[in-house]
């Protein structure tokens, strides 16, 4: 079916709905957004786009998105450089950083295990980590926040072995019911979180 659309707005709706949860739908409406900007507003937004590869690369040191090596975490000597804490990805890093409750070090893995879709060990940044603790020799607290999914709790449990092998300090974030929530709603590995990192009073 030919489309309605020429084929430059065609072109945009196809890129947006590119995006993880937009749908043509949205991919429509957000292109005919652009479309209504001012030229000026619209080329400032390419260019937001057109420059992140270009600008902005991996912290050779915890993984993290950045535009200096090393990122400014892992540049400031006031940070505790014997607590390292373990996340999926860049995002959740900022989210730590955001709640500024922690004063460690980070290590972005870029995901987590997922043997179905071929992530294995070898696609995270697993050896990368092992040589930071090397460095250090083994006199480092690592802290796993990999999320609490099934992918999220298998990584942390890998991870965990494998730093237990060097017989490095290791500890995982508890999970488990959040402020407010009603118990009955929560899932069966919620509790089991929350159980195993209960607080002796
Ligand atoms: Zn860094």
Known sequence: MPSAFPPALERLIKNFSKLPGIGEKSATRLA???????????????????????R????????TFSEQDPCPVCADPRRDASKICVVEDPGDLLAM???????????VLHGVLAPMDGIGPDQLKLK?????????????????????????????????DMLAEKGVRT??????????????????M??????EARIKY
Request: with cysteine.
């Open 190 to 195: 919620t509790l089991q979180r929350a159980l």
């Open 171 to 188: 500890s995982r974030i508890a999970c488990g019911i959040p402020m407010g929530m009603d118990l009955k709603y929560a899932d069966k």
């Open 97 to 107: 950083e955001k709640a500024g409750a922690f004063n460690g070090l980070y290590h």
């Open 128 to 160: 990368e980590l092992m040589q930071r603790v090397e460095q250090r020799g083994g006199e480092v607290e690592v802290i796993i926040a990999t999320s609490s999914t099934a992918a999220g709790e298998a990584t942390a449990s890998f991870l965990s």
């Open 56 to 63: 902005i690369r991996l912290c050779s040191s915890c993984h």
């Open 32 to 54: 005919l957004q652009v479309l209504r900007w001012p030229e000026g507003q619209a080329a400032e937004f390419a260019e937001s786009i057109a420059v992140l590869h270009s």
